[in-house]
């Protein structure tokens, strides 16, 4: 159909180029009826179909929603199919794709408000906003795996992806893992001794663990999806330091000669490097995750911590190391 400019006796706007089967049917209602209400009676009446034809055209009722009716081989009206109609990159649970008239298919939002769930464990109360689905209250800010309200539970920056709340201890930081480092341990690497072609803190091919979302090898502790998302770089082993919950842990003290926190890099016949930077802020009880690049052509380097602070009312300095070979 089409709208036209409006004969004697016609509202403005009223449809007139139906078929010339109907267009009779349409003047007379609309002079009693109004062009609206004409308009609609004369669609309906134009869906009885199996009328004679001579063309596709004469069969054509004016509407996209319902199909491009068809005159078959036997000069018979058939309906036509009416158009699937798809939401494309819409959110399902906050957008309905329906056909409208004279328009076709479209997507259109729910109203905001509706009730929905965006996947996220950390957000509440989810809901529809401009046909999208968002969470109003929690999230985790720094996308770290770590819900902002877990975060702040061990007062950890939940705006500091390399900031994790509290981790296992797998690895003390003493020789032979013999224990009594209560101000550093470890998480990652499980040991003194690191061999990057075996570690399971420096492998290239990461594996996920699917029910906590984290990564169990590679980059540990990283959120993930899939074991493609903990694969590590080649030479690039993954630290996980866990700091003891001690409040003056890491701070200089008026006598202290030496920062009350250093961490150093020292790759056999390179100078030696200063990563505290990569390891700082110290966040009492939280844990902190970094990934150490070695030279590709290295034979061995060790990577040394010394950290102080107060457990029991006396001072205690915590001395550990990680080596590592090829």
Known sequence: ??????????????????????RPFLQAAQGLLGCTLALVLTLVSASAYGQTC??????DDGLICNGSEICDTNQTCQPGTPPTCGLGNAEPQCNVAECIEPTGCVVTP?????????????????????????GIEGADTDGDGYCDAE???????????????PQA?????????????????????SDRDVRLSTNAS??????????TGLCETGKVADPCVA??????????????????GVPDLGQMYPQDRRSAFEVTLKVAKLPKVDLTPNFSPVSPGCSRKVD???????????????IRGTTSGKRRTDRDRIKFAP
């Open 110 to 134: 729910l109203i905001d408000g509706f009730g929905c769930l965006d996947d996220d464990a950390c957000t509440a109360q989810d809901i529809c906003i401009g046909g999208v689905c968002v």
């Open 1 to 22: 159909m089409r709208l036209v400019g409006s004969p004697e006796g016609f509202e403005v706007g009223c449809v007139t180029d139906v078929s010339a089967t109907r």
């Open 202 to 211: 420096c492998t290239p091919t990461g594996q996920c663990n699917l029910t």
């Open 169 to 189: 201890n797998v690895y003390s930081g003493g020789r032979g893992n013999s224990g009594g480092e209560v101000l550093l341990t470890f998480r990652s690497p």
């Open 292 to 306: 150490v690049l070695l030279p590709s052509s290295f034979t061995r380097a060790s990577l040394r911590f010394r």
């Open 54 to 59: 001579t063309s596709s055209a004469e069969c």
């Open 151 to 165: 975060e702040a539970q061990f007062q950890c920056d939940p705006n500091d992806a390399a900031v994790i709340p």
């Open 227 to 244: 074991n493609s998302d903990c694969n590590q770089p080649p030479d690039t082993c993954r630290i996980v330091a866990n700091y003891a």
